[in-house]
């Protein structure tokens, strides 16, 4: 099985992202369509959602980081 680039991976992650700005909720089909629109393998489809949920995790992980730190900062100010 193909393995997705970092190039392929970017374009999928940029065309997710102007989808979901449309659209919530993607499903398998919507990330189908979204290769076949780059040109890509259907083979990578199960990798490119993998892929998707990574980066839309970290996102979320990162949120939360800053959120606590930023908490943190405030009770230092309090203090």
Avoid: H
Avoid at 56 to 67: D, H, M, P, Q, S
């Amino acid at each position: 099985m193909d393995r997705i680039t970092p190039d392929q991976l970017e374009k999928i992650i940029a065309e997710v992202e102007r989808l979901s700005k449309q659209n919530e909720d993607l499903d398998r089909q919507d990330v189908e369509e979204i290769l076949q629109t780059l040109n890509l393998s259907p083979d990578l489809l199960d990798e490119a959602i993998n892929q998707v949920n990574r980066r839309e995790a970290l996102k979320r992980e990162k949120n939360v980081i800053y959120g606590y730190c930023w908490g943190l900062f405030l009770s230092c100010l309090l203090l």
